[in-house]
């Protein structure tokens, strides 16, 4: 037996074998959330039956934020510009800020910055960023690539 057709329905996954239904699993799937389903078949005899091993829903959080990790300038630096690389798919954005310190324990406040822009915050010997990414579809999800900063 094969399991040929696992589908989303109103009101739940459908699973049908040779165009039949079997069984449905009743949960809530809000419209346009993709699926990632394993399914599996143990070897033996007589042949077991295809079980599924999961199913889960995979969307994306309507927002979020990443810090980085404190960067060592070496001594204190007037910071220059910044640069990225990103993805944003149609209903995501992304921002940028920026924080700087002298000693590493006081920071200036976040400023945010455009890419290709002058970093507004003070001249300092360390530098830390935040980016700020949200979207207004569950399936989509913006993408920082990379990220470069320049300084004297």
Do not use: C, E, H
Not at 29 to 44: E, M, R, V
Not at 64 to 80: E, K
């Amino acid at each position: 037996m094969i399991i040929d057709r696992i589908q989303p329905v109103s009101g739940g996954i459908q699973f049908s074998v040779d165009g039949v239904v079997l069984t449905t699993i009743n949960l809530t799937i809000p419209s346009g959330t993709p699926l990632a389903i394993a399914k599996s078949a143990f070897s033996g005899a007589p042949q077991p039956p295809l079980q599924v091993d999961s199913v889960s829903m995979t969307s994306y959080a309507s927002s979020g934020t990443f810090t980085s990790s404190v960067f060592d300038a070496g001594s204190n630096v007037n910071w220059g510009y910044v640069n990225w690389t990103a993805n944003l798919p149609a209903g995501t954005t992304l921002t940028v800020q920026i924080s700087s310190s002298t000693d590493g324990v006081n920071w200036s406040n976040w400023s945010p910055v455009t890419n290709g822009g002058t970093i507004a915050s003070p001249s300092g010997r360390y530098l830390r960023y935040q980016v700020l990414l949200t979207t207004t579809d569950p399936t989509l999800t913006p993408v920082l690539d990379d990220i470069s900063f320049t300084w004297s």
